[in-house]
Structures are given as C-alpha cells and as structure tokens.
C-alpha cells in the first residue's frame, strides 16, 4: 500500500441512502427516495471535509451515514482503513470518539455562554479520562496549531 493511501482517514466508496416510499393498502413500497446517491471521496489525516448544498440536499444525511449514525442502503465507509459499513452499534463503540460532525449551525453546536477553552476541553472531558492539566495543555496545542493565541481562549 502506497504512502498517499495510509493517510486515508475516511474513504467513503458508492454511499447510497435510500428510503422507502409506502403506498397501497398494504403499505408496499412504491418507490424510493434517494437522499444520498453514489457518493465517493476520501479524506486524508490533517485534511477538513466541507460539505456544501442547498436546504434538503441530503448533507446532513450524509453525514449522518458516514458516522452511521444511520445504515447506508449501500456502499462502503472505512474509517482508518478499518471497514465500518455494518458494524452494529456495539462495534461502532471504539470509533466513535474519534469521529464528529459539525453542523452549518454554530449557534445550534456552540454554546455561547461558554468560553472557548471550555468548549474545546468539554470533549476531552466526556472522551478521555485525562486529569485537567494535561486537558488544558491539550487546549493550547489545539488552539496554537489554528494558529490562534493562548490569550483567545
């Protein structure tokens, strides 16, 4: 395997979500509708996905199925190389620390009445089990490597 190829982090192979319409008296299926339909890209170590689109574009459902958070009618989602398109939620347990998705919304994810050493150290809090020192010291790293300031925090 080339180098290019272990600094995949995500790959996300032909990603379809489909959902049934129902109709009849049984409540057959008629047809489908197509939220996601043949997505491919991947995303290598150090690299930020944007996903942009009009309302009702299927992005949050995208998302939503990359961190299966919801199952993929088909495709394929490695994840570290590790292949996490039918894992059951127990499975899905170890990865889930090192996955998010950050909504359009920064009022609907942020918390303004937190300062941003707070929110930057309330996922190590609910992840890690590191004591507050080395929380903190992980805060500055982060906010330093943004190329921000100590004093922003």
Do not use: W
């Amino acid at each position: 395997m080339s180098d290019q190829n272990q600094n995949i982090l995500t790959e996300v192979k032909n990603v379809k979500k489909y959902y049934p319409i129902k109709g009849g008296v049984l409540k057959q299926t008629i047809g489908h509708v197509k939220a996601v339909d043949d997505v491919s890209f991947h995303i290598r170590k150090g690299e930020t996905l944007g996903i942009v689109g009009e309302s009702g574009s299927g992005k949050s459902t995208l998302g939503r199925t990359i961190l299966r958070l919801l199952n993929p009618t088909s495709g394929q989602i490695l994840f570290n190389q590790s292949d996490i398109s039918n894992l059951n939620q127990q499975q899905l347990r170890p990865y889930r620390k090192d996955m998010q998705m950050i909504f359009q919304d920064p009022f609907a994810s942020l918390n303004s009445k937190m300062s941003v050493q707070e929110l930057l150290e309330e996922p190590l809090i609910v992840q890690t089990a590191l004591p507050k020192v080395e929380r903190e010291k992980r805060v500055c790293d982060m906010i330093q490597k943004v190329g921000l300031r100590i004093d922003d925090l």
